[in-house]
T-cell receptor, first 115, second 115 residues
């Protein structure tokens, strides 16, 4: 069975701090995709990144970076120099190789960035 | 429209009533998904359409829930004899194709409250 675990329920930081959101997944598929979504108070899920299981290169996009480690089944997300606008719930998700992207979501991590 | 549109944004109904929730996907997207998000949880898969047909309805909780997509575009999620436990945010997503390669683009959801 596929499963995504986000052990951190809530994180609170002060602006400009770096913060890492953890994601651990379980799957028996050899080909799979991992995602991060941001859910601001408006409720819409905003796509941040997609990573396939064969690409373990870390990725950086501005203040965001992602660390994919297949050996530990983790796909962690780091925000550098956090800002108040980063406050949201962040979801990690997993999909299998079944030909369609049925996403399995973690429970989410609520990030609060204080000025 | 530019994004996935869901109507209504909020729906309050009495226990036992019938409700319909509408999703208008991104133009040209062939895949459409419904998810349900309870308070403090990640979205849970309900049903997936490829074109007009429901390719996977394994997430529908029981036979009170039904969804259609008659022309391969707009979809309607129908809930009969609503119960208080049906209260949640119902999210719709669309994708240009199947597979994890594309990810999914989400609407802002319909918040259903059953009183």
């Amino acid at each position: 069975a596929q499963k995504v675990t986000q052990a951190q329920t809530e994180i609170s930081v002060v602006e400009k701090e770096d913060v890492t959101l953890d994601c651990v997944y379980e799957t028996r598929d050899t080909t799979y995709y991992l995602f991060w979504y941001k859910q601001p108070p408006s409720g819409e899920l905003v796509f941040l990144i997609r990573r396939n299981s064969f690409d373990e290169q870390n990725e950086i996009s501005g203040r965001y970076s992602w660390n994919f480690q297949k050996s530990t089944s983790s796909f962690n997300f780091t925000i550098t120099a956090s800002q108040v606008v980063d406050s949201a719930v962040y979801f990690c998700a997993l999909t299998g190789s079944g030909g369609y992207n049925k996403l399995i979501f973690g429970a989410g991590t609520r990030l609060a960035v204080h000025p | 429209g530019a994004g996935v549109s869901q109507t209504p944004s909020n729906k309050v109904t009495e226990k036992g009533k019938y409700v319909e929730l509408r999703c208008d996907p991104i133009s040209g997207h062939t895949a459409l998904y419904w998810y349900r998000q309870s308070l403090g949880q990640g979205p849970e898969f309900l049903i997936y359409f490829q074109g007009t047909g429901a390719a996977d309805d394994s997430g529908l909780p029981n036979d009170r829930f039904f969804a259609v997509r008659p022309e391969g575009s707009v979809s309607t999620l129908k809930i009969q004899r609503t119960e208080r436990g049906d209260s949640a945010v119902y999210l719709c997503a669309s994708s240009p194709g199947t597979g994890g390669l594309y990810g999914a683009f989400f609407g802002q959801g319909t918040r259903l409250t059953v009183v």
